[in-house]
């Protein structure tokens, strides 16, 4: 008993410290910069490195490790070696002069050094997703790490809207060069700040649903006040989605929301006059929100066929440059190297484009197509462990669901914007989807 009371305290240690790092990873500009993914990267590879060393000495813990599906880990471990291969002095292999990027190395990456940053980049977000599974196997816990992170990503709302609503928009007590109207919080880009209070949105939305429609279905009075306080925030978190003025960022997240509320409510047996009613509830509060913050939103409405055909123009030139290296990519990180190969009008000269402005397409540029798909494949894998857990009550069915919303939230979103490539939207998701996985293995009941 006294091994299994000190296993659980490290546990739980490790979940605070953990909690910590997806808290503290988003107040230095996202983590949005080269040195900045340096000392989140080596803090995450500490946190594993001490909960890894714990385990050894506890033959409890050590059989749950890892999640038992080989094919993920596989795809992981390739995708993660392809990186390696990307940097590696292959020379001859490479495409000649004819191509028009003979000139730029022996690698297959065009800047090496930023895709050895990727890797470690890519590294740290698998890490962040097995400590979440490792520390999330406990139910109780897991729900306590939901609930922790639902007020961490509602204080980064109320902090936005604070300085959003104050007309102090500065970005951590700096002038903002970008986005001076819109509610962004510590990050530069607004897309990605609203992509970041949408997780919590989802998040929130879970909590909510699980505390009603959860507790009818398992014969257990709704837990009221949790419900109010996770609608609160999330009221809090829709205010904010609509003061950054991101029209795919609001219908990403309210997306997602949806999918939450509906996966709960289709399988609550709760009757058609509790599910009316809250979904009454939800659409009064939206609208009085709307009220108060959807105007820029309203107004840039006016502007989507503009911006579409701006990045109609984009997209096709991405697809240019994926056609020069359809199976090698140039490199991960490598984008804003190799667009200026395929730039030309009608896309703006006078921006740099540093981004794909979707995350697939900007896979499928720095890794190759083939690797590109085999990163969605990881997504598809935990679709499929996500959806055969809603059949479980309790928190598996909580897990399941907030990760499917989350997974529809982002990949929504990510049409359009390059959220996902911010990094501490990255481990937020990361942490998420280790956590669901977690608690959908059927573990520790």
Same mark, same amino acid.
């Given at each position: 008993m006294?091994i299994?009371g000190?296993?659980?305290r490290?546990?739980d @240690? *490790?979940?605070l410290?953990?909690i910590?790092l997806v808290?503290l990873a988003p107040i230095?500009?996202g983590s ?6 340096? &000392?989140t990267?080596?803090?995450v590879?500490?946190?594993?490195f001490? !909960?890894?060393?714990?385990?050894v000495?506890?033959?409890?813990e050590r ?6 599906? +080989? ?9 993660a070696?392809w990186h390696?291969?990307? @940097?590696l002095p292959l020379?001859?292999i490479?495409?000649g002069p004819e191509?028009? $990027?003979?000139g730029?190395?022996q690698?297959i990456s #065009?800047?090496p050094? !930023?895709?050895?940053?990727m890797?470690?980049?890519f590294l740290?977000?698998?890490v ?6 490792q520390i999330g196997?406990?139910?109780g816990r897991a729900h306590?790490?939901?609930t922790?992170? /639902?007020?961490?990503? /509602?204080?980064?709302?109320?902090y936005? #809207?604070y ?9 951590l /007590?700096?002038s903002r ?9 510590t990050? $530069?880009?607004?897309n990605? %700040?609203?992509? %970041?209070l ?5 998040l ?5 649903a699980?505390?009603?429609?959860g507790a009818l279905k398992?014969?257990?009075?709704p837990q009221?006040?949790t ?8 009221? #809090?978190?829709?205010a904010g989605l609509?003061a950054?003025?991101s029209?795919?960022g609001?219908?990403a ?6 999918v939450?509320l509906a996966?709960?409510?289709? +399988?609550?047996g709760?009757?058609?006059?509790i599910?009316v009613?809250?979904?009454?509830l939800v659409l009064?509060g939206v609208?009085? &929100?709307?009220?108060l913050?959807?105007?820029?939103v309203?107004?840039r ?12 123009d ?10 020069l +290296?359809?199976?090698?990519?140039f490199g991960a /990180?490598?984008?804003?190297a190799?667009?200026?190969l395929v730039?030309?009008l009608?896309v ?10 979707n ?5 499928f540029?720095?890794l190759?197509?083939? *690797?590109g798909?085999?990163a $969605?494949?990881? @997504?598809a894998?935990?679709?499929?462990r996500? &959806?055969s857990?809603?059949?479980v009550?309790?928190v598996?069915?909580l897990g399941?669901?907030i990760s499917?919303?989350t $997974?529809?939230?982002?990949g929504?979103h990510s049409?359009?914007?390059f959220?996902?490539?911010?990094h501490a939207?990255a481990?937020?998701?990361a942490?998420?989807l ?6 959908s293995?059927g573990v520790?009941?």
């Amino acid at each position: 008993m006294a091994i299994i009371g000190s296993s659980l305290r490290r546990n739980d @240690i *490790m979940a605070l410290l953990l909690i910590a790092l997806v808290s503290l990873a988003p107040i230095p500009l996202g983590s949005n910069r080269p040195s900045l993914w340096a &000392i989140t990267d080596t803090l995450v590879f500490a946190v594993f490195f001490a !909960q890894t060393l714990m385990r050894v000495f506890d033959k409890d813990e050590r059989s749950r490790f890892l999640p038992n599906n +080989r094919v993920l880990l596989v795809l992981f471990a390739f995708i993660a070696l392809w990186h390696v291969v990307q @940097i590696l002095p292959l020379g001859s292999i490479l495409p000649g002069p004819e191509s028009g $990027i003979g000139g730029y190395g022996q690698t297959i990456s #065009l800047v090496p050094g !930023q895709t050895v940053l990727m890797l470690l980049n890519f590294l740290a977000y698998g890490v962040v997703f097995i400590l979440a599974f490792q520390i999330g196997q406990r139910p109780g816990r897991a729900h306590r790490l939901y609930t922790w992170t /639902g007020y961490m990503i /509602g204080a980064f709302g109320l902090y936005a #809207l604070y300085n959003y609503a104050v007309g102090d928009n500065a970005l951590l /007590g700096f002038s903002r060069e970008f986005y001076i109207k819109d509610a962004a919080g510590t990050f $530069i880009n607004r897309n990605n %700040f609203a992509t %970041f209070l949408g997780l919590g949105l989802v998040l929130n939305t879970g909590l909510v649903a699980d505390a009603i429609f959860g507790a009818l279905k398992e014969g257990r009075r709704p837990q009221v006040m949790t419900a109010l306080v996770h609608a609160a925030i999330g009221a #809090l978190l829709l205010a904010g989605l609509l003061a950054t003025h991101s029209r795919m960022g609001l219908f990403a997240s309210v997306i997602g929301a949806v999918v939450v509320l509906a996966l709960f409510a289709i +399988r609550s047996g709760s009757g058609a006059r509790i599910k009316v009613s809250g979904v009454v509830l939800v659409l009064i509060g939206v609208a009085a &929100i709307a009220l108060l913050y959807g105007q820029g939103v309203l107004e840039r409405l006016g502007s989507s066929q503009s911006s579409l055909d701006v990045r109609t123009d984009l997209y096709a030139q991405v697809l240019e440059l994926v056609s020069l +290296r359809p199976l090698l990519g140039f490199g991960a /990180g490598a984008f804003e190297a190799a667009f200026p190969l395929v730039h030309h009008l009608p896309v703006s000269p006078d921006l740099l484009w540093d981004k794909a402005h979707n995350t697939y397409l900007a896979l499928f540029a720095e890794l190759g197509v083939p *690797m590109g798909f085999l990163a $969605i494949a990881i @997504i598809a894998l935990l679709i499929g462990r996500f &959806i055969s857990a809603l059949k479980v009550d309790g928190v598996a069915r909580l897990g399941a669901a907030i990760s499917l919303g989350t $997974i529809v939230q982002v990949g929504l979103h990510s049409l359009v914007d390059f959220s996902l490539e911010i990094h501490a939207v990255a481990l937020l998701l990361a942490f998420l989807l280790g956590l669901g996985r977690a608690v959908s293995a059927g573990v520790r009941k």
